[in-house]
């Protein structure tokens, strides 16, 4: 078989300036169409599907990699090129136009980056299992976050990006986990106490090696004997199977003493400053800066120190009278001697904590063995009363931590979810790719809700009369094979039979059968700025006719908006949630659902599917109130990608047993509806003022 | 027709005592009062049961609740043999006559209206009247009711109703403390302490990460499993992986970081 023609160059120049868009971003494609011209015809297609694929992101990118695949058309195989467009996309999704341009510009770079991502290991894959991990391991939940330098300030453990330098994944995984034990070993075993920041700064390079050395050999032996497979895996990771000198063995000894603490590490550092010199350091092993450090310890401490007198002082004024007495008169100073009453001698506090710690609140349990770690015991000076200075700090700590405010700063991912994105290219998941914030509305207390059951009092009404004949009901099952009562009609029938030597039915019993509905049901409601005016109105008396009639039905339900803009922005704002009854406060939010910006469905059908999913119930329902296509600011949520996205969500949430309908106005939905919920699981609503009648009726029919 | 006798418990059951659970049980006992055991799944609520009922020379009969358990599962119902129509004792009914321990496993489980035939029995009435024979029995001294509830991951649905908790004398279990636990693992299984220690180690990971991203952390009874198996001479990560890991979560990262733990461990 004959391969097609080559394609000709104007052919060719026709398609690229297509892909490239050439009217808006008058980028040069004619050289390029010549060369493309010049290779057979299944070269020429597989650039032209690279170019197309890549452009559909971002087009100068797209634009760059043709030019420089064209440039090394010889060193190229079609898996190479293949791979190359992939990583290039890769990428840019995770750093950006910058660092997507690089690889493409330079090809032995991207050699490197190939060679990355054949055996290297990103972060954000590991990131959820070493939080569990470490967790578990720390009795806390730890910070992690990216930075080339492997590092710990004391909070937050700092682990590169990404791990490359072992020869395939699995130990590059196993890698990562070193460091964060070797991290965290830092932090449980106690190498950031007092000493170390009582040493005369600055300290000099060769006492920071030698220390770190010293130190390393200490936490490798409290590794040791905690975590022995974890101190058996770090061996295999050090690699030097040189043995150690005469005089680093006997430190070693010293040095693993369970009684060796950070003291001792720097009293022999400086004992051998000059006459030892450092070992060379592990993969593992973590940077140490001080500095740093002691800059997180010091805002920590003053933080803790803060919330922790309040929360004490708190405590103590909700004691009893009583026990406030034998509190204040264990706490009171014997001697007499400090003039300031509020000051609690240690002793006594000790007493008291220790009296009080079998009903002391989880947070402050927390707190005091947090306070531990710092300090390996509670400060005396910290069992005095709160003053002023101390609820200031508090208040404004617990203002800087409020949701509504992380949103006026700056946005970060604190206190978000993280959800996975489906990219319908790549056939592949970005991880943790949309943050989501889950809000709750401020109720507006207006007269919506009256108004709306008086404009729609009588269809209210019939819905409830319909409601009523979906309600529990018990029903008596006859003729059946067990059950509580025996059928007598059965019986009588049975015994003829029996008389006549016909055999006998064994289905003598009746069975009392409760049917019960246990459905629980979530309305997640597009408030996306496409609702704004009538639409959102009309939602939203809706979701007043459909609480009205659920409450005669007892069914479960909860009321969720959705919108946001970017992925770094998804919100979904709480109107009713399951346990929430539907009361003024609840009205009051449904009255106050404004139309907010986009529509990037995906995270929100993972995160209320999550709801749902907690949520016990034999029929589980997601029902989508919406009036268009998911959409989202920038254009990557648009088109095919936002709808195989939402379409891989709810298969998602399928899979889990729910089972999602969408009610939409979009006339369009005929297009895309039927792919994302299958053709039986949507209504289209052609007259919107229709909305709140229908709605009833469609919840009746799906939960018959 | 002793059929009675099989539930009579003749072995001492090993049970570890964390507090002043017996002393509290047996006092109850003598006065005629129902209880409530409370806590987590494996903890020793049955354990506990049987023991005592062994202690206090008394037949155990165990009912565990399911949402199909309807009121004629516990006292009784008729039936029809070879065109014969008698009437079968069900377990509580059983236990009423013969003056045993009846103790409803995950009571919460019951559907709402099978747990009020229990009612009268709860309170100082002590009778069990039944419907259908139209009789009432009324329990002798010996009978106890005894009833288990895991409050940790039931929701508001499964609550128990007001007017059945507050009939009850309510124990709280917990998973005991490390050397305890560790205790009931050598004498369970047999497997040598420092391996016992290291488990219970282990379970502890585990129970930190109850309420992020696990509903509830290893169990003594899954503690037992997996040092059953490593006596058996299955290697410990194995033994935690299958009798652990995989009973805990369905969650690929978590049981990742499980199996993770359980190797750093060993
Ligand atoms: N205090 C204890 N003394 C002896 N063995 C115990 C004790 N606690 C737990 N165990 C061990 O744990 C296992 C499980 O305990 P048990 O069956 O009593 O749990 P449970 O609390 O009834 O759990 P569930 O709520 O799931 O029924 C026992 O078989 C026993 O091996
Ligand atoms: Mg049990």
Known sequence: MRSPLPLQSDEILAILETCFEVEYTFLHCENLAMTIAALKRPQQQLLLDSARRVAATQIQLAYELTCSAVARWEQLTPSLLESWAIHTLDAYDRAGLRAAMALVTDIDFFYRYRRQQQVGVVLGDEQQMLGHFLHALAGRPLAIAASELLWCDSETLYLPPVLMQLESRVENRKLYQAMAVFLWAQTRFGTFMPPLFALPLPLSDAFLALFATMDRLRLEAAIQRELPGQWRALQALSGSNEALSCEWQQLQLQLSEPACDVATVITLCQQHLGDLAPLPAPIYQGTLNIAAVAKVRQQRIERERALFKVQLTQLRESLPAKNQEIASAALANPQGEEADDATLLPDGGDWWVEQLSQQLPEGLKKRISSIKLDFGEIPPEYLTAAGPGEYELVERLEHERSAARVWEGTYHEEGASLYDEWDYRRQEYHKRWCALRELTIEPQYDTFVQETRQQFHHEIAQLRRRFEALRDENRLLRRQNGGEDIDIDALVEAESDRLQGVELSEALYLRHHRHERHIAVLFMVDVSGSTRGWINQLERQALVLMCEALETLGDRYAIYGFSGMTRQRCEIYRVKSFSDAYDATVQGRISALQPKDYTRMGAAIRHLSGLLQETEAHTRILVTLSDGRPDDYGGEYQGIYGIEDTRMALLEARRSGIHPYCITIDEQAQEYLPRLYGDAAYTLISDISQLPYQMGEIYQRLTR | ?266
């Not at chain 2, 009789?135 to 005894?146: G, M, N, T, W």
């Not at chain 2, 652990?244 to 199996?259: F, K, P, S, V, Y």
């Open chain 2, 1 to 266: 027709m002793h059929e009675i006798e099989q539930h009579r418990i003749t072995v001492e059951p090993y049970y570890q005592p964390y507090g002043n659970e017996i002393e509290i049980f047996t006092a109850a006992y003598a006065n005629g009062l129902p209880l409530l055991l409370k806590g987590p799944t494996g903890c020793g609520k049955s354990r506990f049961m049987e023991y005592m009922a062994w202690r206090l020379q008394r037949p155990l009969i165990t009912v565990s609740c399911h949402d199909d358990l309807t009121s004629s599962d516990l006292v009784g119902r008729y039936l029809i043999r070879g065109g014969e129509t008698f009437w079968v004792d069900g377990p509580l009914l059983r236990a009423v006559k013969a003056g045993a321990i009846c103790y409803l496993d995950e009571v919460v489980e019951a559907r709402k209206d099978t747990m009020v035939v229990i009612h009268p029995l709860a309170d100082d009435r002590r009778i069990l009247p039944i419907e259908k024979l139209g009789q009432i029995f009324e329990a002798p001294p010996e009978f106890a009711l005894a009833v288990s509830y895991n409050p940790g991951y039931q929701s508001v649905l499964k609550d128990l109703k007001q007017s059945t908790r507050q009939r009850f004398v309510a124990l709280e279990f917990n998973y005991l403390d490390a050397e305890l636990e560790c205790e009931i693992i050598v004498r369970e299984s047999g497997l040598e302490r420092s391996a016992a220690e290291r488990l219970v180690r282990f379970a502890g990971m585990t129970r930190n990460l109850k309420g992020s991203g696990l509903d509830e952390g290893a169990s003594t009874r899954l503690l037992v499993h997996a040092a059953k198996l490593m006596v058996s001479g299955i290697d410990a990560t194995s033994a935690c992986s299958t009798a652990i890991a995989q009973a805990l979560t369905d969650d690929g990262e978590m049981l990742r970081a499980i199996n993770e733990l359980s190797a750093a461990l060993f």
